[in-house]
């Protein structure tokens, strides 16, 4: 049917969309760097990766000088307003329910997120409570900000606690808005 004359299309990439796919492709990228990578994860979450060349404890001032070339380059002279630095170390060495869930989305690179290439993710307060505004609005609700980074469901007592949402979407590599619908889905509607 197609004969000689077919056309091939030219294989179309997609970029990726969720959280966990922008995370492996970080970590691959991190995994080839020479240098700190600075990378928008999306709903205001963003990760600096420190390759396997580098040594944190012995380049210190390095890393401080990269990591801010690289946020520049990402971000511009935007200011990060209020903002978390979470180590991973710190989710995957913690005790939550969600710690060991690295080793089954990081599949291969699993073994290297215990030790051999840092991550630190960088949490914008504005850019979270737009997403946690955004899914109470999808379900009909409203919410309004609770002390510096919680939000509480307006007219009701459920508070959305920002960080055990952040730490969750971390450990998972699950997107912020998917936690938040469940959230809102199971607790509050």
């Known amino acids: 049917m197609f004969g000689d004359n077919s056309v091939k299309l030219p294989f179309l990439k997609r970029e990726p969309a969720t959280l966990r796919e922008r995370l492996l492709k970080a970590i691959e990228q991190g995994l080839k760097a020479d240098k700190v990578l600075f990378v928008s994860l999306g709903e205001g979450f963003y990760i600096h990766v420190m390759p396997p060349v580098y040594d944190f404890l012995q380049e210190r001032e390095r890393f401080e000088r990269e990591a801010a070339e690289a946020r520049q380059a990402v971000l511009g002279e935007t200011p990060l307003g209020r903002y978390s630095l979470i180590n991973f170390r710190q989710v995957r060495d913690g005790r939550l329910p969600y710690s060991g869930d690295y080793q089954e989305w990081a599949g291969r690179h699993a073994v290297k997120l215990t ?50 949402l952040v730490y969750e979407a971390i450990g998972r590599a699950k997107n912020l808005s998917d936690l938040v619908r469940e959230y809102l889905v199971y607790r509050v509607a």
């Not at 993710?121 to 946690?132: K, M, P």
């Open 115 to 164: 030790g051999e290439l840092g991550l630190i993710f960088l949490v914008r307060e504005a850019e979270v409570r737009r997403v946690i505004e955004q899914e109470c609005e999808r379900l009909g609700l409203a919410c309004e900000p609770q002390g510096e980074w919680d939000m509480q469901v307006s007219d009701t007592k459920h508070i959305i606690y920002t960080g055990d």
